[in-house]
């Protein structure tokens, strides 16, 4: 299959994508946090495809992507107050809810769970893709199981070129990390940290809400378990310049938010790039990616979490450990 590049500037662009969509293709499309692999709803053959290409575990639940607030009914059902307050806060934007499944949509989605996770993309390039659909998309991020996130066209490309249909390309993705992801049903828990912090939902739950422990708890979904975000070279994550090899050379790379002396091979740490130097430094053959944990890395609770997962144990050994 020949993977068509879109562009999110071009209206016809646009139509196609939807279009395909429609037909039961998988389209791949931007969004604030990273590139989405989106199909129809309704369409569980096109969904089934989703977990191929991207050789997901069939226990990982997959994200609905509504156009507009009020279409989240279509897929939850007793939805709580709180939600819509939340919704009417942070809405458009990278906040995914966990809620009540509602009867009749695809179990496939939620793998099996009673649960389904929605959110509302914030470009409005991606909303109108939706709306054009028709109804709600699912979209996991477009890369293959376990990889960086994608955060532009290449990512994409780089791991799922030739089995998609098309990918609609709207630039770098300017957040870089996943959304937040706030479960609401049962006790109110943060499952993946992400851009929205707890201080921010603080504002309207009252509370900041706690930080699902996967490691020491049976994990809300259990694809939460899976080692993620890693490219295929070791991430090691180091307190100090101290801890790196006295050899290094260029065979490694080190990232770190505070500027380095040019003895060292390093470049710069932030959110929305460090995808693309997990997969930079990967393509340029590096032996392993050192990452600095200066103190601003550590306060920074999502950034602090992709780097714990891609410097985790390999899947195999993390799934033992936690299942
Ligand atoms: O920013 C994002 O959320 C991106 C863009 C494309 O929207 N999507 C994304 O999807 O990161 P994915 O599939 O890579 O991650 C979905 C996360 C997983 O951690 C999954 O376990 C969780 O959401 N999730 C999905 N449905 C769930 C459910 N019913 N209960 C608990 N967690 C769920
Ligand atoms: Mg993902």
Known sequence: MKTLHLRASSEEDVALAAALLQSGQLVAIPTETV????????????????????????????????????????????????????????????????????????????????????????????????????????????????RPSPTCVAHVLEDLDGMIAAVLDAGPCTIGIESTVLNLVGDIAIARPGAITAEDLASVLGFPPPLMDVSSHTPIAPGMKYRHYAPSIPVILIESLDALPSVMQNTSVVLSTQPLPETYNWRPLHRATVYDEFRRAERQQRQAIYVLLTPDVRKDVALMNRLQKAAAPSATSDVSHRV
């Open 35 to 146: 590139y989405g692999l989106a199909a129809r709803l309704g369409d569980e053959n096109a969904i089934r495809t989703i977990f191929q290409v991207k050789g997901r575990p069939p226990d990982n639940p997959l994200i609905v992507h509504c156009a507009r607030i009020d279409d989240i009914s279509q897929v939850a059902t007793r939805i709580p107050p709180i939600a819509w307050q939340l919704l009417e806060r942070f809405a458009p934007g990278p906040l995914t809810l966990v809620l009540e499944r509602k009867e009749g949509v695809p179990a496939i989605i939620s793998a099996g769970l009673p649960t389904v996770a929605v959110r509302i993309p914030a470009l409005d390039v991606t909303r109108e893709v939706i709306a054009r659909v028709g109804e709600p998309v699912v979209a996991p991020s477009a890369n293959r199981s376990g």
